[in-house]
């Protein structure tokens, strides 16, 4: 086990004066019970309930009567509550809509009750089964897989880890910053994966990891599909949707295949709800407040990584290639920086999104945008140390601020550059590596 960045969330919550029951939310295997199991050691006491197991599932007969429930599951867990700072997780919450009503009561009637509930494809079953969680009674928090920070600490690159936090990054360590950064986009960010990975060094054991967790994901698409058509379709998209990663994508006939577009797009709804992706339809305007079109083409992300370095079957160009820029064009680092500002942007504050502009004679389209307080920044991501930076350019033309970002394969720099009008903006040149830090770049500059 290694630590994740989350549990420092989890100990925000634990100490808010305001603290409602919490719903932990992320797809299956990205580590929400084994990060729930190590922030429990910090209590008096930690109680678990799996409402898989139909003994503790049958325990939430009344889910309204937490006083009495609450003593049940003291009786049969044998635990002595008195005096003691507990936590209690409800894992699998999605089994038991008694469960599910209890966190408005424990978080009314039980203030002094540290409360955290999580479960395997729930957003899939509260919409299928009409299910809701109390509204106002709870909070929440999505876990993603491990960012590049994480990977470092379970690596035990303590030193480099306290370096991501040092600006500018020291010159002298960028050999090692590359070549840490280059295994982690190798393996990508299943904890499963990176503690086998970091145990043998062997890539068909990550292969072989990656290979099953994908099929665990197209065994679970038959439980919570509606048919046996759409289980194929769901299928179909688990399959090639990491070979469609960072594309602005079409439903109609997606993968090569005869689907139609609403029963593309549905099946997609159903994806985003079980965490597996995440689709980004772009911004058409670079000046707040705007609203992403739905109309228009969205950017897919997968889950993670190693899943688009599996599909496309790349893995040994890891070991043959110097640079980055020829691994899947790209590709791969635009997923991955994709993914590390996904794993950030709750607790950094700011929203994720992505931007096109589609005209008669012209098209321009910027990777990503975060929306940080008044602004809307532009991200280009490069894989090597080069490329072209027009669609950056027409996006600063527009924008009603001088602050732009480039994640490249090169050291980490800011410049200043002007538009085709001669509009000037600053330009924070940052090495891939660095991209979990982004906040603290920008602050920097905002401050100096």
Not at 12 to 38: H, I
Not at 73 to 100: C, M, N, T, W, Y
Not at 219 to 226: E, G, N, S, T
Request: hydrophobic residues 40%.
């Amino acid at each position: 086990m290694f630590n994740r960045q989350i549990i420092n969330q989890l100990r925000e919550w634990s100490k808010s004066p305001y603290r409602k029951s919490l719903v932990l939310r992320g797809a299956r295997q990205v580590g929400k019970t084994t990060a729930v199991r190590m922030f429990g050691s910090e209590f008096d006491c930690f109680i678990e309930l799996n409402l898989e197991v139909p003994a503790e599932r049958d325990i939430f007969i009344d889910g309204t009567d937490v006083d009495s429930l609450f003593n049940l599951i003291l009786l049969k867990k044998g635990v002595h509550a008195r005096g003691k700072r507990i936590l209690l997780f409800i894992d699998e919450i999605q089994h038991s809509p008694q469960a599910l009503l209890s966190l408005r009561y424990f978080y009314e009637k039980m203030p002094e009750l540290y409360v955290i509930a999580a479960g395997s494809l729930l957003d899939v079953y509260l919409k299928r089964n009409r299910l809701e969680i109390p509204v106002g009674r709870v909070e929440y928090l999505w876990m993603h897989p491990c960012n590049f920070e994480e990977y470092l600490q379970a690596a035990g690159q303590d030193q480099v880890l306290e370096l991501l936090g040092t600006i500018p990054f020291p010159d002298w360590a960028y050999p090692v910053l590359r070549e840490k950064f280059l295994e982690y986009a190798l393996v990508g960010g299943m904890p499963e994966v990176i503690r086998v990975w970091l145990a043998t060094g062997n890539i068909m054991d990550v292969r072989r990891i990656l290979g099953n967790l994908l099929q665990t994901y197209r065994d679970d698409a038959v439980k919570y599909a509606a048919s046996g058509d759409q289980a194929n379709v769901l299928g179909h998209l688990i399959n090639t949707a990491p070979t469609q990663a960072c594309k602005l994508i079409s439903f109609e006939h997606f993968g090569e295949s005869d689907f139609r577009s609403q029963t593309v797009k549905n099946a997609f709804t159903l994806l985003e709800q079980a965490s597996l992706l995440q689709l980004l339809h772009p911004y058409g305007n670079a000046v707040l407040p705007s609203l992403p079109k739905l109309s228009k083409r969205p950017k897919l992300l997968f889950l993670d990584t190693g899943f688009v370095n599996l599909q496309a079957n790349i893995h040994e160009q890891y070991f043959t290639n110097q640079g980055l820029n020829s691994i899947y064009k790209g590709v791969a680092m635009e997923h991955l920086v994709g993914q590390q500002l996904l794993s950030k942007a709750a607790g950094d504050g700011f929203e994720l999104g992505t931007w096109n502009r589609s005209a008669r004679n012209s098209s321009a389209e910027v990777d990503f945008v975060i929306i940080r307080g008044k602004r809307m920044i532009p991200i280009e991501v490069k894989a090597g140390k080069s490329g072209t930076l027009k669609s950056l350019l027409l996006f600063m033309e527009e924008a009603d601020h001088d602050l732009a970002v480039r994640i490249y394969d090169g050291q980490t720099n800011w410049e200043t550059l002007s538009t085709p009008s001669g509009k000037q903006f600053h330009l924070l040149n940052l090495h891939l590596g660095l991209c979990t830090g982004l906040n603290l770049y920008l602050d920097a500059f905002t401050e100096r």
